[in-house]
């Protein structure tokens, strides 16, 4: 039965490690934050979507089988409403409200907190709290939003921290099998906080999609299928930048295995030991930092961080650090703890 009003909750995600590992087959260690974006859906009689952008004051509105693209966060709506009707679960006509706490391009992925509320309300509206697709599927249509819609090849960290979240815990992704093991997160004291380096960002027009094309080209020539199954020895083979990318994504994956380690022994500095590895690894191999985030960092290092990274698709956007009990992390940062994944919400 369908219902007249359906409401969703997506988080935000910080990855504690394991960057540019998605798309490659690798391991990352996500959680989902409690900022997020809230979808409020109305059914309504007319054939169109209307929505409106709580924090930009924008609207948007088109008829149920227009197709044509557009920008911006309308890009999300039109895309995620497209592909349900691509996958037999064409939304009917609704007034869409978006909301939340999530700062937008910072890195803590709004984009994909807002296809998974768009999609979870939309889906809920159908009625049977949008069972007809489970959270994977949910995730595998939202990152077809991203690329076909967006123009940003993204990976599915976002939309499966954001979708498989859950208090307390980090999750282990294998992006290989797509096996989610949550890990628990015990601060004991250690704080963990973001630091947004001022710098927006946007994955369609970074040099995200390039990096991914340079992991798939070192793919085809180590004759892998994915970029995390080469062997470190067979590394060496290739010629640069190519070269650098691959030992990233390699050593990447290691250094998410020994955080699970660090993590599971209640080891917070060792994890803080390796936030510091991959970020010069990302700087320095993967070369996806920039002037301004590399202050943000050695700002925080500064303010007496015992680890701090960059986080996301890079090219800007935010940094994590983890503060040791009774050293206070520099004002303004924001504090990040697990928190629930995505859920539709109760009238
Ligand atoms: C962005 C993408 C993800 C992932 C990260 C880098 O957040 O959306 O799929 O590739 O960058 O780890």
Do not use: K
């Not at 710098?199 to 990096?211: I, M, P, Q, T, V």
């Not at 680890?307 to 504090?335: K, N, Q």
């Amino acid at each position: 039965m369908a219902r007249d009003r359906a409401a969703a909750f997506a988080p935000g995600r910080v990855n504690l490690i394991g960057e540019h590992t998605d798309y490659n087959g690798g391991l990352a260690l996500p959680f989902s934050i409690a900022q997020g974006v809230t979808v409020r859906g109305q059914r309504s009689d007319e054939p169109c979507i209307s929505a409106h952008a709580e924090d930009l004051d924008e609207h948007d509105r088109f008829a149920l089988e227009d197709r044509s693209p557009a920008r911006g966060w309308r890009a999300f709506v039109r895309g995620v409403v497209a592909e349900l009707g691509a996958a037999g679960l064409a939304p009917g006509g609704a007034r869409l409200q978006i909301g939340g706490d999530l700062p937008r391009g910072a890195g803590l992925s709004s984009s994909a907190a807002l296809e998974v509320a768009l999609c979870l309300t939309l889906t809920a509206l159908r009625g049977r709290d949008g069972a007809e697709l489970d959270r994977l599927q949910v995730a595998q249509l939202c990152s077809r939003v991203e690329s076909e819609w967006v123009g940003a090849r993204t990976g599915l960290l976002d939309q499966l921290a954001s979708l498989f979240g859950e208090p307390d815990a980090a999750l282990l992704i294998d992006f290989a099998t797509l096996a989610i093991e949550p890990v628990p997160l015990r601060l004991g004291g250690w704080q963990l906080v973001v630091v947004d380096s001022g710098e927006r960002h946007a994955h369609a027009s970074s040099g995200y999609n390039e990096r991914r094309s340079e992991c798939e080209q070192a793919s085809r020539l180590l004759g892998v299928r994915l970029l995390a199954e080469a062997q470190a020895e067979e590394v060496g083979r290739l010629a640069e930048p190519l070269r650098s990318r691959a030992r990233h994504v390699l050593g990447e994956s290691l250094r998410v295995e020994e955080a699970v380690a660090a993590l599971r022994a209640d080891d917070l500095q060792a994890l803080a030991a390796l936030l510091n590895a991959s970020h010069a690894s990302l700087r320095d191999c993967y070369e996806v930092s920039t002037p301004a985030m590399e202050r943000t960092v050695r700002g925080l290092l500064e303010a007496g961080a015992a680890g701090a990274r960059m986080i996301g698709g890079g090219f800007g956007g935010s940094a994590l650090a983890a503060f040791a009990p009774g050293i206070e992390p520099p004002a303004g940062a924001l504090y990040v703890r697990p928190g629930d994944g995505a859920h539709v919400l109760g009238d």
